[in-house]
């Protein structure tokens, strides 16, 4: 397991990671476990904030709707919150980790958002991916943006990153960063040796936004499926901080960012800001999601 670190040291920065693992299918708390060491590991470089990957504690590829819902937990409550919690308050960091959440009869390939006082809030995925159809329901909580003391945090999961809209309705409610776990897979059409097409979007969506972007991937093969790795951090501008991370080995991903210049940036030349700029009177402001409008 390798360490990639990228710093550009400012007033008022923070070190975020991205925690780029492989869980084994089912094996919950030795997955649980396994993200403890490895924010561990990220805390002793400093991490204000963490992201692991998509469905982290549990594993992704479910033979049934009955498997997933014995392997789901309540947020808040369950023992992975609750680990997760115990350590953001050890370290006195964020994390964002995605989780197999159960409410009710229904399941939700979720992310929890935790700081150092405990939970603060859920994002469930809201575009869902092939036979993921068959065992989650479509998220139904928007994408909210939680204000913290380190910035303003969205959350997307894997799929969602295919849409534009995710992004442009985080960056509208004031996000500074968005975190991302996920798990992709190859893509159709791929050559050998390119990037992840998840990269590129990635990339695209952190500059006609201006907000950084940190990605989280899963590596390893899971009953037959491989993911791609390529965890990286993006930065406002488009450009990668750190990253992308290997295709095949767990890494952790590190980069002191401000999170504030994502905002003061927004400004590209005398006449144009990428948010601002955008013709609200020939379509939605806020993309008919009922979003709250936030500050750019």
């Given at each position: 397991m390798t360490s990639q670190v990228s710093t550009s040291p400012a007033a008022g920065s923070i070190k975020v990671a991205c925690i780029q693992m492989q869980p084994v299918f089912g094996n919950v708390a030795a997955n649980v476990a396994h993200s403890l060491e490895l924010i561990d590991r990220a805390a002793s470089q400093g991490a204000d904030l963490v992201v692991l990957p998509e469905l982290s504690n549990t594993g992704y590829m479910f033979a049934s709707r009955e498997?997933?819902?014995?392997?789901?937990?309540?947020?808040?409550?369950?023992?992975?919150?609750?680990?997760?919690?115990?350590?953001?308050?050890?370290?006195?960091?964020?994390?964002?980790?995605?989780?197999?959440?159960?409410?009710?009869?229904?399941?939700?390939?979720?992310?929890?958002?935790?700081?150092?006082?405990?939970?603060?809030?859920?994002?469930?995925?809201?575009?869902?991916?092939?036979?993921?159809?068959?065992?989650?329901?479509?998220?139904?909580?928007?994408?909210?943006v939680f204000h913290t003391p380190i910035g303003r945090i969205g959350?997307?999961?894997?799929?969602?990153?295919?849409?534009?809209?995710?992004?442009?309705?985080?960056?509208?409610?004031?996000?500074?960063?968005?975190?991302?776990?996920?798990?992709?897979?190859?893509?159709?059409?791929?050559?050998?040796?390119r990037e992840a097409m998840a990269n590129i979007l990635a990339m695209a969506a952190a500059h006609s936004n201006s907000i950084f972007i940190a990605c989280a991937d899963r590596v390893g093969v899971e009953r037959g499926q491989p993911f791609e790795g390529q965890s990286l951090i993006v930065s406002y501008t488009g450009w990668p901080v750190v990253g992308p991370a290997s295709r095949d080995a767990?890494?952790?991903?590190?980069?002191?960012?401000?999170?504030g210049e994502a905002r003061r940036k927004r400004n590209w030349n005398a006449f144009n800001q990428v948010l601002r700029d955008r013709r609200a009177d020939v379509y939605d402001e806020m993309l008919g999601s009922g979003a709250k409008r936030g500050w750019y």
């Open positions: 498997e997933a819902f014995g392997l789901a937990e309540h947020i808040p409550g369950g023992p992975s919150v609750d680990a997760w919690a115990e350590r953001a308050a050890r370290h006195g960091m964020h994390i964002v980790a995605g989780i197999t959440e159960r409410s009710g009869p229904d399941l939700y390939n979720s992310a929890v958002v935790i700081g150092p006082e405990g939970y603060i809030g859920t994002f469930r995925k809201v575009h869902l991916w092939n036979e993921e159809n068959l065992f989650f329901e479509p998220g139904n909580l928007g994408f909210p959350v997307a999961i894997c799929y969602d990153g295919w849409f534009p809209e995710t992004f442009r309705l985080c960056a509208l409610q004031g996000a500074d960063i968005v975190c991302v776990p996920t798990n992709w897979v190859p893509i159709p059409g791929q050559a050998e040796g767990e890494d952790i991903l590190i980069a002191e960012v401000d999170l």
